[in-house]
């Protein structure tokens, strides 16, 4: 079973209660698991993972600052990230996810991540029902899909 790694950016919680979930339906199948919010995670943090499952809100119609902020880090330490690591993207939103979809995918791309079908996008107001599709992704993370 691989290690996933669970990274959130979250202003008021419910990107992170997402993101716990998730982290609770991989290892709810043995999958260990290290939850990290996105100031403190670096490259060294994707050494030996089998996939990381990233849980962001999207303010303006767009990526959240600290989103933004690791991935600048992790290209200055993309050597260090094994190339094929599998990529699964949670969206806590209000309006349209498009652009903050585009734009993940573009840079993990770049970082040499393959996003794995069927991200997750829940509206702020929809937490309590997308807590339990967060914990189905990260079951299916943890078996490879």
Same mark, same amino acid.
């Given at each position: 079973m691989s290690k996933i790694l669970v990274v959130y950016q979250s202003f008021g919680g419910k990107t992170k209660s997402l993101a716990e979930a998730a982290a609770a339906g991989a290892r709810s199948?043995? &999958?260990e698991t290290v939850i990290k919010e996105v100031s403190a995670v670096s490259a060294d943090d994707f050494s030996g993972i089998g996939g990381v499952i990233l849980a962001t809100t999207q303010p303006f119609q767009s990526m959240a600052g600290g989103t933004k902020s690791l991935?600048?880090?992790l290209w200055m330490g993309r050597d260090k990230i094994k190339k094929g690591i599998r990529? &699964?993207?949670i969206?806590?939103?209000m309006?349209?996810?498009k652009p903050t979809e585009d734009s993940i995918k573009a840079i993990a791309g770049h970082l040499g991540l393959e996003q794995v079908a069927g991200g997750l996008t829940v509206k702020v107001d929809e937490i309590e029902a997308g807590k339990e599709s967060a914990r189905q992704l990260g079951i299916a993370m943890a078996q490879g899909g």
């Amino acid at each position: 079973m691989s290690k996933i790694l669970v990274v959130y950016q979250s202003f008021g919680g419910k990107t992170k209660s997402l993101a716990e979930a998730a982290a609770a339906g991989a290892r709810s199948v043995g &999958a260990e698991t290290v939850i990290k919010e996105v100031s403190a995670v670096s490259a060294d943090d994707f050494s030996g993972i089998g996939g990381v499952i990233l849980a962001t809100t999207q303010p303006f119609q767009s990526m959240a600052g600290g989103t933004k902020s690791l991935f600048e880090r992790l290209w200055m330490g993309r050597d260090k990230i094994k190339k094929g690591i599998r990529l &699964a993207i949670i969206i806590c939103h209000m309006n349209d996810t498009k652009p903050t979809e585009d734009s993940i995918k573009a840079i993990a791309g770049h970082l040499g991540l393959e996003q794995v079908a069927g991200g997750l996008t829940v509206k702020v107001d929809e937490i309590e029902a997308g807590k339990e599709s967060a914990r189905q992704l990260g079951i299916a993370m943890a078996q490879g899909g």
